[in-house]
């Protein structure tokens, strides 16, 4: 790595070094295969998180009060989760998918068209954190592939956050 001297208004030299390639013991393709992973349950989290908030504000009917509260809770820890993933693919030297054009190319999740029934609603979200489940399960092969602990840790938390909130959500409806 070369380092220059450039010259400051002052006249007085500094050196300027570039950043290092990442060399974290994973490999570049390794790298960019964990990303895509991680960028397609980005969308899936974000797109479920809009979903969840969207429910939270228009449920009504008899469970308002049960449903509004389990959305809430829901919807706030899917945005704590979106942070850790978007970080985690930049740690890995990729940049984090951010608009919603991008994450309707990358989401498995379909949003509803209209407003549903409350327990519709329950239905739709059980089915949207299942898909989030299976996205970050598909990632996991691919990040224990790279011997990728950190990701893999992260994609282990996320599996087991969506998979009780399916079933809590599915015992609503049995």
């Not at 380092?3 to 390639?21: C, I, Q």
């Not at 549903?116 to 979200?125: D, G, I, K, T, Y």
């Not at 893999?152 to 599915?170: F, S, V």
Request: glycine share 4%; hydrophobic share 40%; proline share 3%.
């Amino acid at each position: 790595m070369a380092t220059k001297k450039t010259s400051t208004k002052t006249g007085t030299a500094r050196s300027s070094v570039g950043a290092p390639r990442i060399d974290i013991g994973i490999s570049d393709k390794d790298r960019a295969a964990v990303a895509a992973g991680l960028s397609k349950l980005l969308a899936d989290t974000y797109t479920l998180y809009l979903m969840t908030h969207n429910f939270h504000w228009n449920v009504t009917g008899p469970m308002f009060n049960t449903l509004h509260e389990m959305f809430m809770t829901q919807y706030t820890d899917l945005w704590n989760s979106i942070d850790d993933v978007a970080e985690r693919i930049r740690a890995l030297g990729h940049f984090a998918p951010g608009t919603y054009r991008e994450f309707s190319k990358l989401s498995t999740i379909k949003e509803p068209t209209d407003v549903p029934e409350a327990l519709e609603m329950v239905r739709q979200l059980v089915i949207g954190h299942e898909a989030v489940a299976k996205t970050a399960r598909a990632t996991l092969k691919v990040a224990d592939a790279a011997n990728d602990e950190p990701t893999a840790d992260l994609l282990t938390q996320r599996l087991e956050y969506h998979e009780k909130a399916a079933w809590m959500l599915r015992s609503l409806l049995q």
